[in-house]
């Protein structure tokens, strides 16, 4: 079955930098775009960033672009978030996704806290 596993949130001051990985299986992840969304406290998940299978194009939403970058290594199976510039309303629940077989699947999410 489809697994994501996030690791390497944590607590980060304003200004600093996190990486974030996903480890994929079940799946073929070379052939599937892979997504990262986030989740704040009493807002919806919002799509952060989206690669392709190839990783050829890339896509962030605005309030990250320019900060973080979106890569990914088709052996192994892992995709990373490298957020730099952090600030406060970065806060979030972290969560690797793809969609495969007409269906969505998340990971369990790794939690970013910006403060200082």
């Known amino acids: 079955q489809v697994q994501l596993v996030e690791s390497g949130g944590g607590l980060v001051q304003p200004g600093g930098s996190l990486r974030l990985s996903c480890a994929a299986s079940?799946?073929?992840?070379?052939?599937?775009?892979m997504s990262w969304y986030r989740q704040a406290p009493g807002k919806e998940r919002e799509l952060v960033a989206t690669?392709?299978?190839?990783?050829?194009?890339?896509n962030y939403a605005d309030s990250v672009k320019g900060r973080f970058t979106i890569s990914r290594e088709n052996a192994p199976n892992k995709v990373y978030l490298q957020m730099n510039s952090l600030k406060a309303e970065d806060t979030a629940v972290y969560y690797c996704?793809?969609?495969?077989?007409?269906?969505?699947?998340w990971g369990q999410g790794t939690q970013v806290t910006v403060s200082s």
């Open positions: 079940g799946f073929t992840f070379s052939s599937h775009a």
């Open positions: 690669i392709t299978s190839a990783g050829g194009s890339t």
């Open positions: 996704s793809t969609r495969a077989w007409g269906m969505r699947y």
